[in-house]
């Protein structure tokens, strides 16, 4: 089926600091998705991304997270200040936009936050 | 609010025997869809299925089938022949199409198939 990159497949990081995770879409794909899946429990929605914009967010996405697919390239989350509980893995998931929007995962990346 | 519960915790099955997964969800909308994805040892997120609630028959890709049950809203998955690469969690999901376009998901059935 249709893939997603996802990079890095793992990231270390110290509290406080600044994580860019960084996922290419599928190519024809228009929506994009963030999920949070800490260990051993469901897939948790962060934010979705359409046309340049954030069109829906949870309660997950705090102030401290930001989304962006400057033109055409990666679709990044980024998190500043990191925070112990941001410890995760994080998936990204694009769509096409047509049908049931099902969704297109990664590998996912996993962030730990000493 | 949405909610999608998946009761059974983990299954285990014989090679090539048929199984079940329930899964069962709440929605005030009139319209969803709803989605069957399995997450393999490695983390792997595969998408495996999708059923349309305005649809009756029940959505079949390949050895997946669904049971789509509307009036109890419920939504369960059908694995004949299992494999050994069955082995997996699989997820039930729901989006609503009030949603933009968010999956809300269960916690997973974990599915061990053992020769």
């Known amino acids: 089926g249709p893939k997603v990159l996802q990079i890095p497949s793992h990231q270390i990081i110290d509290m406080g600091q600044m994580v860019t995770l960084n996922c290419d879409p599928v190519s024809n794909h228009l929506y994009f998705y963030w999920y949070k899946q800490i260990l051993g429990q469901q897939m948790e929605f962060l934010v979705n991304?359409?046309?340049?914009?954030?069109?829906?967010k949870s309660k997950l996405f705090k102030d401290q997270f930001s989304v962006e697919r400057p033109d055409g390239s990666y679709f990044t989350l980024k998190i500043q200040p990191t925070a112990l509980e941001d410890s995760a893995v994080y998936f990204c998931?694009?769509?096409?936009?047509?049908?049931?929007?099902?969704?297109?995962f990664g590998p996912g990346t996993r962030l730990t936050v000493l | 609010a949405q909610k999608v519960t998946q009761t059974q915790t983990s299954i285990s099955v014989m090679e090539k025997t048929t199984v079940t997964m329930d899964c069962v969800y709440e929605t005030r909308d009139s319209s969803y869809f709803l989605f069957w994805y399995k997450q393999t040892a490695s983390g792997e997120i595969v998408f495996l299925i999708r059923?349309?609630?305005?649809?009756?028959e029940n959505a079949t890709e390949g050895h997946y089938s669904l049971n789509f049950q509307k009036p109890k809203s419920s939504i369960g998955l059908i694995i004949t022949a299992t494999q050994i690469e069955d082995s997996a969690v699989y997820f039930c999901a729901m989006r609503a199409s009030s949603s933009f376009s968010k999956l809300v998901f269960g916690q997973g059935t974990s599915l061990s198939v053992v020769p």
């Open positions: 059923q349309d609630s305005y649809k009756k």
């Open positions: 991304f359409y046309n340049g914009k954030v069109m829906e």
């Open positions: 998931a694009s769509s096409s936009g047509t049908g049931g929007y099902e969704q297109y």
